[in-house]
T-cell receptor
Framework: SQTIHQWPATLVQPVGSPLSLECTVEGTSNPNLYWYRQAAGRGLQLLFYSVGIGQISSEVPQNLSASRPQDRQFILSSKKLLLSDSGFYLC????????????FGPGTRLTVT | QKEVEQNSGPLSVPEGAIASLNCTYSDRGSQSFFWYRQYSGKSPELIMFIYSNGDKEDGRFTAQLNKASQYVSLLIRDSQPSDSATYLC?????????????FGSGTRLSIRP
């Protein structure tokens, strides 16, 4: 069965510091991968998605970036965090092709101070 | 108009009763519809998906889709306290391999003993 991991689970970072969040998927090949952010009491905002290694599409222009160095690895980064970057960051995967269901990892709760 | 609209709640239902959650969407080209359950502080969990008009049943859960009226609903029979959570409605056009999903802001459901 498929498993999705995210780390770290929680993170407290000062404004202006860099960020690196990692997501890995097990038990499937060539998944579609997604990064979402959920601000407190808000809905899910799609940040990036990827259909393959090195293929990244950005949904919201901001100071975040994403990379997919391996088939089942997805990384979210920032060079300088802003207070507004605080939130619950969720990685999700779906099967390639006609598999539209997305499955979420446990998430990373980021607080920027 | 939001792309996916849900009543934020809270919706309070007595234990053992039927909980009815509703969602409307604006894009007539939508093809895939999902219900996620999210407990406080946790990531969303996919509980139902439906692609065709009509009803789809899975245990105590029934998803209902009416494309002509652009609404999708989730019924939870024999509601249990463990059903208390926020329920996210999500919609996808499913027209690309990345199959982006648009989420509603969620309805908070509270099952009272």
């Amino acid at each position: 069965s498929q498993t999705i991991h995210q780390w770290p689970a929680t993170l407290v970072q000062p404004v202006g510091s860099p960020l690196s969040l990692e997501c890995t998927v097990e038990g499937t090949s060539n998944p579609n991968l997604y990064w979402y952010r959920q601000a407190a009491g808000r809905g899910l905002q799609l940040l990036f998605y990827s259909v393959g290694i090195g293929q990244i599409s950005s949904e919201v222009p901001q100071n975040l970036s994403a990379s997919r160095p391996q088939d089942r690895q997805f990384i979210l980064s920032s060079k300088k965090l802003l207070l507004s970057d605080s939130g619950f960051y969720l990685c999700a995967w779906s099967g390639a092709g006609r598999s539209y269901e997305q499955y979420f990892g446990p998430g990373t709760r980021l607080t920027v101070t | 108009q939001k792309e996916v609209e849900q009543n934020s709640g809270p919706l309070s239902v007595p234990e053992g009763a039927i909980a009815s959650l509703n969602c409307t969407y604006s894009d007539r080209g939508s093809q895939s519809f999902f219900w996620y359950r999210q407990y406080s502080g946790k990531s969303p969990e996919l509980i139902m998906f439906i692609y065709s008009n009509g009803d789809k049943e899975d245990g105590r859960f029934t998803a209902q889709l009416n494309k002509a009226s652009q609404y999708v609903s989730l019924l939870i029979r024999d509601s249990q306290p463990s059903d208390s959570a926020t329920y996210l409605c999500a919609v996808s056009r499913g027209w690309s391999s990345a199959s982006k999903i648009i989420f509603g802001s969620g309805t908070r459901l509270s099952i009272r003993p």
